[in-house]
């Protein structure tokens, strides 16, 4: 089965995070690989990996990093598949992470989802690959359709609550 | 009994915040109602409540929400009935929310109160409500009158502490 | 003509903020009157001003200022009528002011609209009067109408713009 | 020529930063639109444009929007299509668009790009659709290689610079 | 013994962080008195304290406040005494506390703390009562010279610890 | 005339904003001196002010710096006299600047007023020479009165401006 | 063994964070000392200790400091050596210690390094002596080859994770 | 001559802030050289320059860079040369330039000098080469001396102001 994601991060500290991605991506059933890149301390895996990533079948990639996070923009600037960076929270409430991935120069884009925001990033990656597979798109209504079910849930429970002066529901 | 006030949430973890507002304004015998809608994941739903709010008698919607806030705005757009905003921490301290929700732009005002303020956001709608209820308005000055009973509290605890050089209360 | 509405500043230099308010609540027929009050320079007349507020028949305060401003927040400590703050951006790009208004203690809220946002605050102060007044509450509603007039001029100019690639409007 | 692209602004004063989007799409030959919508005071027109997107063709959105910027996020709640933000700087130095672009809730992502960073927004757009576009990938890879031709240039001007310490070039 | 310096709270809440500020009192002997005071839940008491303050035999207040706090500046408003502020950290890291306490507009300083720092307020009050207390600014001068014991005892422990490359000492 | 406060700053570029503490001094007839000293600089000479200053008969040190503003916590490890610190706005909105000079470390204060705010510094000075000197207590008190002075004129101007639906003054 | 780094801390307390710096200095063979100086308690020793720092050999001063972290830059206007300061966190997230040392004034430079990041500062400490000791440059060059280490085991680790649709490694 | 010092923009557009640091080399006679690099535009000139900096003879890296700045920590990531970062102030007042820069993650430092502080970037760089050049060593003490100068003169203009009760200079 030939990866069309690939999620990286720096360390397995950030897999808690990271793997979130993962598991929607699973859900979703879009293959994808996951993979350990440091822009700061393996430069020329970044590299080579930025390079290969087209060739090797891959569509977009998902990176995340947290304080001065330049692995998403590192490979931003090797290759022209989209880029999904998720700032992760390490220190300065996250401040850091946040503005060194979305900030990105004139030229470079990445797309950057919220903090710790790893879901939202394979939602997105699905988004794209939706584009041109009708039946990944097919998935991803049945799962938008599924994030009602909770607010569903919820208004079940808010009747339950008892106050003298609540409307009855 | 006819609801006046809606208290609405995206979903149950906002609970804990958000009846604080259903106690003041059950203390204050102001008739209310639960409700879970989300601005993104059920917007039909926030659609349909919002337009049909005003003919169901609703009066005031106090609306909760963390993140980039979107549901008391978006309701604000569909009525012209009051909204009270509640920005809910629950990343980057909060600014998230303080922010999506009081930067409206021109045009459609939320209300809005500080971050996590439910209780709050609840004792302005008795006071929006007061100016057409004076029974209401009875009950609220009682409350205030209440307000200072802590601080005289405060006061006699403040008497007990001993210190050599503190002055005789 | 008996003022409902009263909006409340601490120098002229804010009224180029606050004026907006006077202007959108004279365009919706509401009796208004406009007054210089200071938390710290004339802590008399505002307590004056807020003690006597109800009994002069006024409903709503809207009170603007700017940097560590107090003038909301102790209105709102005298009188049980709706207080509207205005954060005023005066240094620090506003952060004090907003912080200042907005996080108001338990028990003691201020309906806080966006950092200069004085037409926000008229526009919320109409439609707390219009929970008992349908004529105003018509004329709030026609001016929401016009809101879209400015959207739909914006797309007719973007239709004029040219580009080799722009699809046919 | 059917638009592929849509790009969406509240107002024509978000004209000067959304029409570099425009730009270089038009740059790189992708058919695109020009739309005024707003979250708040379209928010009919803003759900239909959403719901007949994908129908119409639309493969992608660019919304942008300033304040408590609810536009992008409201679009991506009505719509699968992958939906990119751009925080438009209006005050409080954009944080609040930023923020409220930024952090979707889970769910419902918006691919950000960074302040104003409207033309990153537009190669973004691009990158997406080249990943079913082999012509469109071409254009992009050349367009990225002539990114360089400004860091060159710079260099030749930097050599004019003189200095007695200076190396010789 | 007659209080020169009154210590200000709303709530026995702040006295883990303001009896920080009796004890350094206690220790210079400088009589004090703790009161409980609500720039918004009393504010006639404020007042009343305020406006007698300096009639009573007090010298300096020392008055702490959390978010958006307005107790210290109502307080210098009323009188002309100095009023040493303490900003309290209660939510968005305490931002809302500095920011309302220290940015008081022209005319009405109050002279502000560090965030918490309720032993440094004493200590200030401690410096003013000092310019005509000689007394007090032998003891005040003692203390200076104790604060050097920490750091000496500090470089004792360093010097316990053990490293291959570690200087002798 | 023997000085009886000092007013420092690092340079004449933080003039404009300084020379408003000495003109408020010079109002109400306190002595001062005014000096360049550097903490970074000229650190023997800021060293031989601080040591010398309660000895040439200073009372207050007012002292003024911009970005890693370290002047007034210097010079307050120093001496006990009571060290004004003035936040002098030059980068990052003056965040610099209030942080390095309000959050000084346990044991050694610095009273700290808003940013730029070297008129509320002269004031607070006043303040404190007041407590042993009723002459000047006086002239405070008077100058104090007078602050309501501008609120004064300000009804007046509001009272001139014309709306249809404002009330009658 | 002479000591070329110096690492300075105000107490005790700091030496969780500051002994990074102590462990990989160790690591790479530099000698190094450790000292509890404090910029407000103990000025005079600070001073002393600056003045001597290079005719008692010492190369470079890491100096970390909390708060209003004045230390680094006094020191670093006492000696021409370069001083590494770390901006130890202890409150506001650690804002003030980050601004209070990086924004030094024209001509006083400190090279400063992130939050709590003593290691790094040991890491610069050495580069810097490599300049002229190509032993410690080798080291150097082994401990960078080192950092991959970490990013092979991270990437072993992810191989391990099964998902349905995760690509082959 | 051989440059020891590179001091590297991505454009010309930094070069106002940037020229900063090669006048003040200039003026301590410190070979330098000027090149313009970007992170994400020439990725591969940048990893060549950075594996060829130590055998061209470059002892000091001075990189300065805006918005999302990744360039001084991408060529910290490929040479054991100090790197000193410059954040460019582009937009959102520098931070985000400040933490992309500033806060690495462990193993990969750079010496981050203050906003647009390239001068000081400069002087740093010009202490570090005097470990081991005492003719540099003994221009910078000559430079240190001269930067009281900009104070005396300070003081001898601010002896020249009038006001009837500032003392005698």
Chains 1, 2, 3, 4, 5, 6, 7, 8 share one sequence.
Request: aromatic share 4%; proline share 5%.
């Amino acid at each position: 089965m030939q990866a069309v994601v690939s999620i990286i991060m720096g360390s397995t500290s950030d897999l808690p995070v990271m793997e979130e991605a993962a598991k929607i991506l699973n859900d979703l059933r879009v293959p994808f690989e996951l993979n350990a890149l440091s822009a700061h301390r393996t430069p020329e895996e970044v590299e080579k990996f930025a390079r290969s990533a087209s060739d090797r079948g891959l569509k977009i990639i998902i990176a995340g990093a947290g304080m001065a996070a330049h692995l998403p923009g590192v490979i931003a600037s090797m290759t022209s598949l989209p880029v999904i960076g998720v700032p992760i929270k390490a220190t300065l409430e996250g401040w850091d992470a946040v503005l060194s991935i979305l900030q990105m120069p004139p030229g470079i884009p990445v797309a950057t989802v919220g903090l710790n925001a790893a879901r939202n990033a394979g939602i997105l990656a699905a988004q794209m690959l939706s584009l041109s597979d009708t039946e990944l798109a097919g998935r991803l209504a049945d799962f938008k359709k599924g994030l009602k079910a909770k607010v569903v849930k919820a208004n079940e429970e808010l009747r339950q609550i008892k106050f003298d002066y609540k409307a009855d529901a």
